[in-house]
């Protein structure tokens, strides 16, 4: 499936924003979507996913509570809403795509859309 991210920018410290992802692909409402992260000199980690239906979804623990996903299967779309950033929320995003159920396991995603750059300034 093929996935673009979109709405990264630089923000200050506390602020928000919303990533978007989208899809012309029809199969799009069939796919778990997940929202990775690669900040400089770290390796890429999972943030966030949610499945098809929305019935579950799965987040880095560290980020509960400040990042929720969404989707929206009308629009092919899945969102990361970021609040309260922080300087180390610094890092590309790319959305992802797999057809597996295991939600939280990063291996198992394979349809990688492009990133999209986040900078948080303190």
């Known amino acids: 499936v093929q996935l673009q991210a979109s709405g990264g920018g630089l923000v200050q410290a506390g602020g928000s924003l919303r990533l978007s992802c989208q899809s012309p692909?029809?199969?799009?409402?069939?796919?778990?979507l997940g929202w990775f992260r690669r900040a400089p000199g770290k390796e890429r980690e999972l943030v966030a996913a949610?499945?098809?239906?929305?019935?579950?979804?799965h987040y880095k623990e560290s980020l509960k509570g400040r990042f929720a996903i969404s989707r929206d299967n009308a629009e092919n779309t899945v969102y990361l809403q970021m609040s309260d950033l922080k300087p180390e929320d610094t890092a590309v995003y790319y959305c992802?795509?797999?057809?597996?159920?295991?939600?939280?396991?990063?291996?198992?995603?394979?349809?990688w859309g492009q990133g999209t750059q986040v900078t948080v300034s303190s």
């Open positions: 692909d029809r199969t799009f409402k069939m796919y778990t």
């Open positions: 949610i499945t098809w239906s929305s019935r579950l979804t």
């Open positions: 992802a795509a797999t057809a597996s159920g295991l939600i939280g396991v990063a291996a198992v995603y394979n349809d």
